[in-house]
């Protein structure tokens, strides 16, 4: 399988970088100072592939604080951040599905 730091990057728009938080599996954006937050207004936006990869590196390397960074598009709407995507709409927002109560 090939590393995402070794894939071919095509940007073709603002993008940012997302991931999970490892603690709770939280939806987590990557910032501009080389941290994650919850809301996606804060990410750090590339528009380049070059940018891009370097800011998914950052990403990668803090595997204990976020899983399965990866590189997501975004729009500019009057000056506000929104995903630019299906998947990136559903993953803002938040869970799906109601979770089960856990068993005591």
């Known amino acids: 399988m090939t590393s995402p ?17 490892t603690s709770d599996g939280v939806v ?8 994650w937050s919850t809301d996606i207004a804060d990410s750090a936006i590339v528009r380049t592939a070059d940018d891009a990869r370097a800011l998914l590196a950052e990403g990668i390397a803090d595997d204990l604080g976020a899983i399965g960074a990866y590189i997501a598009p975004v729009e ?24 089960l109560p856990v068993p005591a």
């Open 28 to 35: 987590i954006w990557r910032t501009g100072e080389k941290g």
């Open 76 to 99: 500019l709407r009057d000056g506000k951040v929104v995903p630019g995507n299906l998947r990136e709409q559903i993953r803002v927002k938040g869970l799906t599905i109601e979770l």
């Open 5 to 21: 730091l070794q894939q071919k990057i095509k940007i073709t728009g603002p993008s940012v970088v997302t991931a999970n938080r």
